[in-house]
T-cell receptor
Framework: DTEVTQTPKHLVMGMTNKKSLKCEQH?????MYWYKQKAKKPPELMFV???????INESVPSRFSPECPNSSLLNLHLHALQPEDSALYLC?????????????????FGEGSRLTVL | GQNIDQPTEMTATEGAIVQINCTYQ??????LFWYQQHAGEAPTFLSY????GLEEKGRFSSFLSRSKGYSYLLLKELQMKDSASYLC???????????????FGKGTKLSVKP
């Protein structure tokens, strides 16, 4: 199984809603990531979990709250979002943390959750 | 600072060869990756270079020169399905303490015409 699965694929929410994005991988990868991607832009790193511990938080607003319940799951809790937060949210995993060298840092991306905030 | 440059767009003809260049300046270097991203889809891994030279994988090859901070992705026998964005990314191992990060370029949108 070489897949990263994300749910939901599409999400429309109001600015007062609370929702969650979910990500799952069963490749035994020890690092998991959340990226945000706007149209015609490269992915922007939001959070990194390495061995289930939050190791990078790219100064993301607190209305985005990550959670890593176990080594296979990664959630992104959303609350009080703004219309400018509308984007494709990509989850990724890698065999080991980036910086460990070699192809262990190759990212496997999920298909993404396309979020629209009204 | 961190800077990765690649052309914004390129156009090529089916069956031809195209070379997508990438230059980088990063505080650390632990390898360079190329990813392919079709419109509306997630990026997928194409190649990895950490030593100077050419890595060949079927129709795709990737080259690295660390001294010049330069890489290219070479696509041969272009097919219509190769129309996609190609992202160059450098692994900086010292980004956040012991946790590295991938620094992405802005991507090159390749259009393959019949």
């Amino acid at each position: 199984d070489t897949e990263v699965t994300q749910t939901p694929k599409h999400l429309v929410m109001g600015m007062t809603n609370k929702k969650s994005l979910k990500c799952e991988q069963h490749m035994g990868h020890r690092a998991m990531y959340w990226y945000k991607q706007k149209a015609k832009k490269p992915p922007e790193l939001m959070f990194v979990y390495s061995y289930e511990k939050l190791s990078i938080n790219e100064s993301v607003p607190s209305r985005f709250s990550p959670e890593c319940p176990n080594s296979s799951l990664l959630n992104l809790h959303l609350h009080a979002l703004q219309p400018e937060d509308s984007a494709l949210y990509l989850c990724a995993s890698s065999q080991d943390r980036l910086g460990s060298g070699g192809t262990r840092g190759v990212l496997f991306f999920g298909e993404g959750s396309r979020l629209t905030v009204l | 600072g961190q800077n990765i440059d690649q052309p914004t767009e390129m156009t090529a003809t089916e069956g031809a060869i195209v070379q997508i260049n990438c230059t980088y300046q990063t505080s650390g270097f632990n390898g360079l990756f190329w990813y392919q991203q079709h419109a509306g889809e997630a990026p997928t891994f194409l190649s990895y270079n950490v030593l100077d030279g050419l890595e060949e994988k079927g129709r795709f090859s990737s080259f690295l020169s660390r001294s010049k901070g330069y890489s290219y992705l070479l696509l041969k026998e272009l097919q219509m399905k190769d129309s996609a964005s190609y992202l160059c990314a450098v692994e900086d191992p010292n980004y956040g303490g012991s946790q590295g990060n991938l620094i992405f370029g802005k991507g090159t949108k390749l259009s393959v015409k019949p």
